[in-house]
């Protein structure tokens, strides 16, 4: 084994062991995406007054006209009180969903606010801890020294038909 990996110079590049914010995705990605605006509100029509038929027929015309007519406007008034009750109902819904959607935002913003700061005092932390292991092997720290090592020989590719230690 010694034999194969004499030739080649294995090290670890300390340096690409930091971690840079271009190159490091964000670990909350979701909190990116923005929360789903609720549908634009569409109103049904405010519904139209329907004549009455012409009453045909000789006698009492003008009766049942009068009759026809006060029927189709009790139509009328129960047609449009159900529609302003719809009406109603949909922009009662239509603003809870805003109010309810405003407030998912405002949330998700300022747990991302919170998460980005976190994840930048991490990758800070990060890179410190790989500044102070550098410094530390530099000057030759026992401990520093033994990770470097264990670095190296982690990264370091052996030949399939090494012999295994100790030999039999």
């Not at 969903?97 to 991490?122: C, G, S, T, V």
Request: no cysteine; aromatic share 8%.
């Amino acid at each position: 084994m010694l034999e194969a990996t004499i030739d080649v110079d294995d090290y670890v590049d300390l340096e690409a062991l930091r971690k840079l914010e271009e190159k490091t995705p964000f670990d909350r990605p979701a909190l990116e995406v923005p929360a789903v605006r609720p549908k634009q509100l569409t109103l049904p029509s405010e519904p139209k007054f329907v004549e009455p038929e012409k009453p045909t027929g000789f006698f009492g015309k003008k009766r049942k006209l009068a009759e026809a007519q006060e029927k189709a406007t009790q139509a009328d008034e129960a047609r449009k009180a159900q529609w302003t009750e719809k009406v109603t109902a949909l922009q009662s819904k239509h603003e809870h969903d805003m109010i309810a959607y405003e407030a998912a935002e405002a949330d998700r913003i300022e747990a991302l606010a919170k998460e980005k700061a976190r994840f930048q005092e991490d990758l800070q932390l990060h890179n410190q801890s790989i500044d102070q292991f550098i410094s530390n092997l530099s000057y030759g720290d026992a401990a520093a020294v033994q990770e470097y090592i264990s670095l190296v020989v982690e990264n370091s590719i052996y030949p399939v038909t090494a012999p295994l230690w100790p030999p039999a």
